[in-house]
């Protein structure tokens, strides 16, 4: 794919750790370039798909010369993310289960879909010592029920996995690398009762950990509440899905810094304006790659459905993208799409809330301290840093200004987490950059 209705596509692929995999050129006379990155796609195709949607969208909903003497270009940025189908699971006993055969049954298929999970993570940690971990935990299945030991052992493995270094209050991962194993696994013991109702009666649901549902995931990026497992093995297949929520969460915080933002600051002259843009934990790559790059030409930024804290930008919250507020990292308007359609990042974290203490797994709202970004809007502001709206149709009036986060509200358009492709989000896109 060499160019998007029209507009010259190129791409720049790194490796987990933000190290370039490909050559990078911008091709001459482009004034401005849009970069933007996908979220838990583990397949550059999906990646490609969502660009070349958006970006025909964009073309399509513009008008002759709305943009004179400026040439734009598209930067795919492709980085190695996981498809993401994990959920919070709940332990209690499937369907109408009696009697001691079918409770064998249940808990044998709690087994079966660990074991699954944990062949399915091999995907996604493919260092040979990465592997032998998962392949270790395996043994210490039988035991979780009955021995504190074994779940200790089987946190202490799970978290050798993962580097510490970006733990933050924000999604409770310090609690995770910090509280004793056993407990942890107490308090990721999560009970059908425990459910918040609209979580438990929901048939779309959550994609991150900080969603809820069963096993299987349903196309559109939503998942459906399904299976119970049996005690333990429920907080077990809720450690492993924070161990891979994690591993996104700091693989794309890597790309960013480290790949991203030295793209930013090495493209040529003639690039005058860099448009951001990012999906799902893709928001988190570009808001890294603002934070840490040194250019001044980062004219906007456009996060949609983004997967990380609602008060990520907050001063009072300190909040871990609150640089790219204090040092202006971006000269010109901040658009937040957010919907409670989108049950990928509107669960309220509840792995989260129950590492911090809070036994309910419950909606993430604006005051929740574990909400989502692309759940509520940029929360926990200083006066006058945020403008509230709505999602418009196309050819409606926006006033977008400089230096300033627009949440707009985006239920009318956009259904589910990936749902950020429509005309509508073209448009507001392209009135973002006027």
Do not use: C
Request: glycine share 10%; net charge negative.
């Amino acid at each position: 794919m060499n160019d998007i209705a029209g507009l010259p596509y190129v791409e720049a692929k790194f490796d987990k750790s933000g190290k370039p995999e490909n050559a990078f050129a911008v091709p001459a006379g482009v004034t401005d370039l849009f970069v933007v990155s996908h979220g838990w796609n583990n397949d550059a195709d999906a990646a490609r798909a969502l660009y070349r949607e958006l970006f025909t969208n964009f073309v399509g909903v513009g008008k002759p010369g709305d943009f004179p003497g400026r040439t734009f270009a598209v930067a795919g940025v492709i980085w190695p993310a996981k498809k993401f189908d994990e959920l919070v699971a709940a332990s209690g006993v499937s369907g109408n289960a009696q009697g001691a055969a079918a409770l064998h049954a249940h808990d044998e298929r709690s087994d079966q879909a660990i074991l699954e999970k944990l062949e399915r993570m091999k995907e996604f940690f493919t260092e040979p010592e990465q592997q032998q971990i998962l392949d270790e935990l395996k043994a210490l299945l039988p035991d979780l029920e009955e021995k504190g030991s074994a779940r200790q052992a089987f946190v202490e493995k799970i978290r050798s996995l993962l580097d510490p270094a970006h733990a933050e209050k924000e999604d409770s991962s310090k609690a995770f690398f910090r509280d004793d194993g056993d407990e942890l696994m107490t308090s990721l013991k999560v009970d059908e009762d425990d459910l918040d109702p609209e979580i438990a009666n929901t048939a779309g649901s959550a994609s991150l950990p900080l969603g809820v549902g069963g096993i299987g995931a349903e196309t559109g990026g939503a998942a459906k509440f399904s299976d119970l497992l049996s005690g333990f093995k429920a907080a077990a297949m809720n450690v492993l899905n924070y161990t891979t929520y994690y591993e996104m969460k700091a693989r794309a915080g890597e790309v960013g810094k480290n790949g991203v933002a030295k793209l930013l600051d090495g493209l040529p002259a003639h690039v005058q304006r860099i448009h951001l843009v990012g999906h799902s934990f893709g928001g988190r790559v570009v808001t890294a790659a603002a934070a840490n790059s040194t250019t001044n030409s980062i004219k906007s930024m456009t996060l949609l459905q983004a997967a990380f804290s609602h008060n990520g930008f907050s001063r009072t919250e300190k909040g871990f993208f609150h640089d790219v507020v204090k040092n202006k990292r971006v000269d010109g308007p901040i658009l937040i799409t957010h919907t409670k359609n989108d049950k990928a990042v509107g669960v309220a974290y509840p792995l989260a809330s129950r590492l911090s203490g809070d036994r309910a797994a419950a909606l993430g709202d604006a005051n929740d301290p574990f909400g989502g970004i692309g759940r509520n809007g940029a929360q926990k502001m200083d006066e006058g840093e945020t403008i509230t709206g709505q999602l418009l149709a196309v050819n409606s009036a926006y006033t977008f200004q400089p230096s300033k986060f627009f949440n707009l509200e985006a239920s009318s358009f956009i259904k589910n987490h990936s749902d950020v492709r429509g005309k509508e989000v073209a448009y507001a896109l392209r009135r973002l950059i006027v």
